[in-house]
């Protein structure tokens, strides 16, 4: 397989093997089949929005026990929550640090975070 521009570098970044995400589905999924998912070579995702911390944190413990591959921990936000004030943040000085990183360009993260969701690769 070819891979080119986003895809190459994330797919070597984590080092899994296909540049596809497993679906976080809130409620359903399991630990289980986040593993299984990194194992075959995709990126696994816990669907963490609807648990409560304790279980996040018990059910990330169980996917490192059963892989030792990266993973997505997906969370949204349900109720109200405060905003960045975007236009007091100095976004030059975060671009530079996105770019340093090989981030994907901060205008997604300010995306997400208009949107209410974000998503953390463990």
């Not at 070597?12 to 995400?21: D, H, L, N, S, T």
């Not at 998912?37 to 995709?42: N, R, T, V």
Request: glycine share 6%; net charge neutral; aromatic share 6%.
């Amino acid at each position: 397989m070819i891979l080119s521009g986003h895809a190459k570098m994330i797919t070597e970044r984590f080092q899994f093997k296909y540049p596809i995400i497993q679906a976080p589905m809130a409620g359903i999924t399991t630990a289980e089949m986040v593993a299984q998912a990194c194992e075959i070579g995709i990126l696994g995702s816990l669907g963490a929005g609807m648990l409560e911390p304790s279980a996040i944190k018990s059910t990330v413990e169980k996917i490192r026990q059963l892989t030792n591959k990266p993973f997505n921990i997906n969370l949204f936000i349900i109720n109200d929550h405060p905003k960045h004030d975007w236009d007091k943040l100095d976004i030059e000085k975060l671009q530079k640090l996105h770019t340093s990183l090989n981030l994907p360009p901060l205008e997604l993260l300010m995306c997400a975070e208009k949107t209410g969701g974000f998503n953390l690769v463990n």
